[in-house]
């Protein structure tokens, strides 16, 4: 069974699977409410969140093989995580307001990131994983940690080296391009996973007030070493494997 293999809607004349992103975009009204009311979370951040989450809408309308189709379980929960991850984007516009509660971005974050078992739990429980549901998830945990890399660099957390931690991937999908051997699947590495670990949880704990700049720069350094390193390693793999 694939994702979004439950029964297609026959009522209604919007198509289930705008309905649910429909629903996404109001879980992201009400979480801005509730923002608002505990937080002050500004207006511009507000409008900031919606844009990015308009966006990933119009990706998955985009890419979505049959809109009478559900998204099925494990994208519904990839989607709300969506909707967290673009709070956290939408705050990058409100620069002064992050400074003051940098501790409430970095939990939003974090339990945005603690949700990314959860779908892939969900995927397997119900046995609707699919190609879609992988790459969706991939992409919103590669453009959250770019996120998080913006955040630290406009706190003066780090330099605008900063970025390259985020950028890295996005680079290696543009080298895709270049070089088509470069394309293809990797194998399973606990050295990927430890190092992706490593990296976000560094990012976390540098965007807390109490981290100041001083113990922030070598955390991610580290991390940015240990993320260049093992993307040297998948490129020397792919060289040896994937040519030809």
């Not at 509730?34 to 969140?49: E, F, M, S, T």
């Not at 390259?164 to 606990?190: C, H, K, N, Q, T």
Request: charged share 15%; with cysteine; hydrophobic share 60%.
């Amino acid at each position: 069974m694939t994702e979004g293999g439950e029964c297609a809607s026959r009522g209604g004349s919007v198509p289930i699977a705008v309905r649910e992103l429909i629903a996404a975009l109001v879980m992201l009204v009400a979480l801005s409410a509730l923002g608002a009311k505990l937080v002050d979370l500004p207006h511009q951040a507000i409008w900031a969140a919606a844009g990015v989450l308009l966006v990933v809408c119009a990706a998955i309308l985009h890419q979505w093989p049959d809109l009478r189709r559900p998204l099925g379980p494990a994208n519904r929960v990839t989607l709300g995580r969506a909707v967290l991850v673009a709070l956290v984007a939408g705050t990058l516009a409100a620069p002064a307001w992050v400074q003051q509660h940098a501790t409430w971005v970095a939990a939003v974050a974090a339990l945005a990131l603690a949700l990314d078992g959860v779908d892939g739990w969900v995927a397997r429980r119900w046995r609707c994983s699919s190609a879609f549901g992988a790459r969706f998830d991939m992409e919103l945990d590669a453009f959250l940690i770019l996120v998080l890399c913006v955040h630290l660099l406009a706190m003066e957390k780090a330099g605008s080296w900063v970025l390259a931690i985020g950028a890295m991937r996005y680079a290696f999908v543009a080298a895709m391009r270049v070089w088509r051997w470069l394309d293809g699947p990797l194998p399973e590495s606990r050295r990927r996973k430890l190092v992706c670990v490593w990296q976000v949880v560094s990012l976390l704990l540098c965007l807390l007030p109490a981290v100041e700049a001083q113990v922030a720069v070598p955390l991610l350094a580290l991390a940015l070493g240990l993320l260049t390193g093992s993307f040297a390693a998948d490129v020397r793999w792919r060289y040896a494997n994937g040519r030809g």
